[in-house]
């Protein structure tokens, strides 16, 4: 027999949000039911309409705020709370900064880890237009190519000039580009029918450097005017270095398609990070919040505790930015990265800071983790600073036959984190210190951190 839930679909009740999930919602408990809210803050009295009750949790929409939270703020634009740009907008930072900390110990707790300390968040002074990249999409609005974003887990497209939390000199070439492919007839894409030109424009800035990379990512290898619109793009933005075209003909949400040209200007910006300067192409990871990375990276090459004669790994490097840190306190860094454009970067990086003890290699961190310890390369750390999916029981396996004295684990997803710690318990591996939380990502639900994983004596 079915068995009934406390409430059911177009129920009207009143309910006190009591906490927000990792996606931002408000969570309030029906006789332990949850009823998940968007927009909702906790500890405020909500009355409530039910859009939806399965088996195990619901959803339900606020109608009326019978209390507001004290940490509730006002929010300049709705749209950025409804999109995935700045879901926590209306939430004062120092209660963003708590929440963070909170999800971390939870998950903790969750898998019977309670006895783990966090540290506090470290967070911004101005926890605003931080971004140093943006990747908008463009579509076809009121008859003319425009660039917004999502509303929140869905495809409809909003307009947005604003976004808040980038770089505002990427907003404003933004609003650029959008007029010169409107001047030029481009048509935007059309997802339903596949159609059209211009997915998503991607604009990155150097933090430091103040240049400029536009990437106009198409759905066709042709585009009309390239030449005169890259030439304008330039003419309008002498800050712009870099302007190139990537082409992604599926049908798919990855926004970067395989191939990328040079329309105009070079292949990469260039931008500093702790007094290091790193060449960055259009396909490489570098990490969007500039002055918390410098943080991070700082933290993690301390915990790192290098006296110069060690030999050190930095799996899931990129264009080995934790490397090159890393490489000035080691005697000799071996870095790892999928993405083959990421790699030639890195080894570029390596010889513009003078820097001569670096090795650094394509592939999977999970197959040449396993090559590295086969060929019996001993580190003292590993540094690992994996995607949000984490770590493979392989690769833990791989780094802890090499035996570091140390794992200095940086995460972009604390759930991975904390199955990854059950993992490397297996292995002999645990933590010590309390787990530090940085927010790299302000008004978002994003929770980084670093954690140092000890050998305990086997
Ligand atoms: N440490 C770098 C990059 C971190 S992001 C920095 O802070 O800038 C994670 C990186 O892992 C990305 O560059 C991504 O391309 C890479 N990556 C993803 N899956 C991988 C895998 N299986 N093996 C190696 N690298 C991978």
Redesign the pocket.
Same mark, same amino acid.
């Given at each position: 027999m079915k068995k009934k839930t406390p409430v059911t679909k177009n129920d009207e009740l009143t309910a006190t949000i009591t906490d927000l999930t990792y996606q931002g919602m408000g969570v309030a408990k029906i006789d332990g039911y949850p009823l998940f809210v968007a927009g909702a803050l906790p500890g405020e009295q909500v009355k409530l309409h039910v859009l939806k009750a399965d088996k195990k949790y619901g959803f339900a929409k606020a109608v009326e705020y019978l209390t507001t939270s004290p940490e509730r703020v006002a929010v300049g634009k709705k749209e950025l709370v409804q999109t995935g740009i700045a879901p926590l907008q209306h939430w004062a930072y120092p209660a963003q900064l708590k929440y963070k900390r909170k999800l971390v110990v939870d998950l903790l707790q969750k898998a019977h880890l309670s006895h783990l300390e966090v540290a506090q968040t470290v967070g911004m002074d101005e926890p605003r237009h931080y971004r140093n990249k943006a990747q908008v999409p463009a579509r076809e609005y009121q008859g003319q190519l425009t660039t917004g974003f999502f509303r929140r887990g869905s495809h409809n497209f909003i307009q947005l000039e604003d976004y808040e939390i980038q770089d505002p000199r990427i907003d404003e070439v933004i609003l650029a580009v959008r007029d010169i492919l409107r001047e030029f007839n481009v048509p935007a894409y059309n997802e339903e029918k596949h159609t059209g030109v211009i997915r998503n424009v991607m604009v990155r800035r150097g933090h430091y450097s103040g240049e400029v990379m536009v990437v106009l990512i198409t759905r066709t290898k042709k585009l009309k005017g390239a030449a005169e619109i890259s030439a304008k793009i330039q003419e309008q933005c002498p800050d712009v270095v870099s302007v190139q075209q990537n082409i992604n003909p599926d049908q798919t949400n990855v926004i970067l398609g395989k191939t990328t040209k040079v329309m105009r200007g070079r292949n990469y910006i260039q931008d500093q990070l702790n007094g290091l300067t790193f060449n960055i192409s259009a396909q490489?990871?570098?990490?969007v919040n500039p002055v918390q990375?410098e943080k991070l990276?700082a933290r993690a090459v301390e915990l790192a505790d290098l006296h110069g004669d060690e030999t050190v790994i930095?799996?899931?490097?990129?264009?080995? /930015?934790?490397?090159l840190s890393l490489a000035k306190a080691a005697k000799k860094v071996y870095g +790892?990265?999928?993405?083959p454009q990421?790699i030639e970067d890195a080894k570029e990086n390596a010889r513009l800071n003078k820097l001569d003890n670096l090795h650094f290699e394509v592939?999977?961190?999970?197959? /040449?983790m396993k090559k590295w310890a086969d060929n019996g390369i001993k580190p003292a750390v590993i +540094?690992v600073?994996?995607?949000r999916?984490g770590l493979?029981a392989d690769?833990i396996e791989a780094a802890a036959k090499t035996a570091p004295q140390k794992i200095v684990y940086?995460s972009?997803n604390p759930a991975t984190l904390v199955r990854d710690i059950e993992r490397f318990g297996e292995q002999g591996y645990s933590v010590k210190r309390p787990l530090e939380p940085f927010d790299q990502f302000p008004q978002t639900t994003h929770v980084e951190s670093v954690t140092v994983l000890e050998r305990t004596e086997k």
């Open positions: 490489s990871f570098y990490q990375t990276y930095d799996a899931y490097c990129g264009i080995g /930015t934790i490397s +790892v990265e999928i993405v990421a592939g999977t961190a999970e197959e /040449t +540094v600073d994996p995607p999916k493979t690769f940086v972009c």
